[in-house]
């Protein structure tokens, strides 16, 4: 259990929030302030400076004229930029861990991979900025010649959300820095000093001035601010549904290309001839990770009905023994939720579950102390008309229900409109198949939570959004297409 005056001596090394414009760090003298909050405890860490028009109006001439500079590097030059600030973020990786942990109220476990993670993205986009290829086409005639050349398509406004503070930056800003673009950066209030150390790895890696920005403030108001400038060419945002979408209306005006990774509400099917225990340790695993805050978290477990009890069973029993806590204690396996408004929307739908047949196995409350902590819960005979199995609930919640026929599962898995991530678990080859071809979503894992490498594409179908981050997707993605026909006169 860690002590409460090492608690405080380590909140109190929280660092000073600031916006990034420009190449300088700004305090928030003269400026509109909010609170950033602690969610092991409530405590205010910090005030986050909100930037004014004029700061985003800076944001935008600075972005508009390093984008000249930066696409100008060689390839090479902007990728030992890149490799050099993975190294930094290596280094620095239990001091980075820390502060992720106060502001997110992850587990230094995660927080750890997290920066891992964060390192492996720019290493892996400092490589494939190299490959931006183009080609050149056939001739058709003597004297010409056709060739299709990829470009950097301009500034980019990159808005993440808190659940990865670390990895969502590193997302956005590898591959659009990767293709030569330059990227204002708004990261989620809640957690921006997590974003910071992600730019202060670049500055001190020597990226130029004003290649990179962070502001903070109201969410609309950045948004509508970027979204209207000519100078911003490309969006990439996370989040929830009904923002992209309002999003995407912004950007339509100047038709500007869109990437949206949003929610989901991922399916599991659960096969009779599996081993449950091995399904049971990864799915707990899988499920709780980040308070279950996760866009991918697998939610919706479809079972054989010859396998449901025990399922259910083990996954209660599991549930119940994890460490909830404060997240800079080692033994923790579980910390909070990331403000009081997620703990009231979790409550509501499991209260609700509740009301309208559902079983609570374990959990279904919030846990009596201060912070957002609620206990890692598990709903089994939900009915499929209570909201929360049709809205994201974006919380520590599993709900179980049993299936008599893999055709019922799929039919059950693709109900929603959501496509983000599925998962199947199944032993025969046929089923695995089978899976593969039936789930309607972007991403799918079969036998394994794991579906995000820096290498693979990363992003949804259906309303879970277009486009994909990471892989070469995520590059293409910052790129422009132009074909050039030339011919002697």
């Not at 974003?195 to 290649?211: E, F, H, K, Q, S």
């Not at 403030?217 to 060419?233: E, K």
């Not at 805050?293 to 054989?304: A, I, K, Y």
């Not at 036998?447 to 994909?468: D, L, M, Q, R, W």
Request: charged residues 25%; aromatic residues 6%.
């Amino acid at each position: 259990m860690l002590a409460s005056r090492d608690r405080d001596s380590i909140a109190r090394a929280y660092p000073e929030p600031r916006l990034l414009i420009g190449g300088r760090w700004l305090d928030g003298a003269g400026r509109r302030t909010g609170p950033v909050l602690d969610p092991a405890t409530e405590a205010v860490l910090a005030e986050l400076p909100h930037a004014t028009t004029a700061d985003l109006d800076a944001a935008l001439e600075a972005a508009a004229a390093a984008f000249e500079t930066w696409k100008a590097l060689a390839p090479d030059r902007r990728g030992r930029i890149l490799r050099d600030a993975a190294t930094l973020l290596r280094e620095r990786k239990d001091a980075i861990a820390r502060i992720a942990t106060i502001e997110s109220g992850k587990p230094l476990a995660q927080t750890r991979i997290e920066v891992a993670m964060s390192a492996d993205i720019f290493d892996w986009y400092a490589e494939e900025g190299r490959r931006a290829y183009g080609r050149v086409l056939p001739r058709r005639a003597s004297g010409t010649r056709m060739t299709v050349v990829k470009e950097p398509v301009g500034p980019v406004a990159a808005f993440a959300p808190w659940n990865f503070p670390l990895g969502n930056p590193a997302r956005k800003l590898g591959a659009a820095l990767a293709a030569g673009c330059s990227c204002i950066l708004k990261p989620a209030e809640e957690t921006p000093a997590s974003a910071m150390n992600i730019a202060t790895a670049l500055m001190d890696a020597g990226i130029p001035d004003g290649v990179v920005a962070l502001v903070f403030g109201v969410p609309d108001a950045i948004s509508t601010r970027l979204l209207g400038s000519p100078v911003i060419r490309k969006i990439s945002f996370t989040g929830s549904i009904p923002v992209g979408k309002h999003l995407m209306r912004l950007a339509a005006d100047g038709m500007k290309r869109t990437t949206m990774e949003l929610g989901g509400h991922a399916p599991v099917i659960v096969g009779e001839d599996v081993d449950i225990d091995k399904v049971l340790d990864l799915s707990v695993a899988a499920k709780f990770r980040g308070a279950g805050q996760v866009c991918v978290s697998p939610t919706r477990f479809l079972v054989q009905e010859s396998r449901y009890r025990e399922f259910v069973d083990g996954f209660a029993d599991r549930a119940a023994r994890l460490k909830v806590g404060d997240g800079l204690d080692e033994s923790t396996q579980m910390g909070p939720l990331i403000h009081a408004r997620r703990l009231a929307a979790i409550t509501e739908l499991v209260d609700e579950a509740k009301a309208a047949g559902a079983t609570i196995v374990a959990g279904g409350r919030r846990l009596g102390r201060p912070g957002y902590f609620f206990a890692p819960t598990v709903l089994a005979d939900v009915p499929p008309a209570a909201r929360i199995m049709n809205e994201e609930p974006f919380g520590p919640v599993a709900l179980i229900n049993p299936y008599a026929t893999l055709e019922a599962a799929i039919a059950e898995a693709n109900r929603l409109p959501y496509g983000l991530a599925a998962f199947a678990f199944a032993d025969s080859s046929r089923t695995i198949r089978r899976m593969g071809e039936s789930l309607e979503a972007g991403m799918v894992g079969i036998n394994t939570y794991a579906i995000s490498v820096p290498e693979s594409p990363f992003g949804g179908i259906k309303e879970s959004g277009h486009g994909s981050e990471e892989g070469i997707e995520g590059l293409e993605a910052c790129l422009l297409t132009r074909f050039i026909s030339e011919a002697d006169l």
